[in-house]
Nanobody, 111 residues
């Protein structure tokens, strides 16, 4: 059974950076496809970035140029590098692999 564990969240000032990790364990052939979602208080969960089975990476417009996705196949880990963070990026961030979700990691950006 595949499990996902996110890490790397925290409190950062506006303009700062964080790198989130999503480590997969269990019977997994490939770490992709993988999606990064976020959910702010009172808002719906939204897809922030994704990497497809073909390796194509997509970003929501609000994070283009600031966030980037990468992966380490040997570690079964996908990363979300977040730069130039804004207060509106504050949310719980989740990784998703098919029907499997991680527990989430809190990102708080102070102004």
């Amino acid at each position: 059974q595949v499990q996902l564990v996110e890490s790397g969240g925290g409190l950062v000032q506006a303009g700062g950076s964080l790198r989130l990790s999503c480590a997969a364990s269990g019977s997994i052939f490939s770490i992709i496809p993988m999606g990064w979602y976020r959910q702010a208080p009172g808002k719906q969960r939204e897809l922030v970035a994704s990497i497809t089975r073909g390796g194509m990476i997509n970003y929501v417009d609000s994070v283009k140029g600031r966030f980037s996705v990468s992966r380490d196949n040997a570690k079964n880990t996908v990363y979300l590098q977040m730069n130039s963070l804004k207060p509106e990026d504050t949310a719980v961030y989740y990784c998703n692999y098919y029907a499997i979700w991680g527990q989430g990691t809190q990102v708080t950006v102070s102004s």
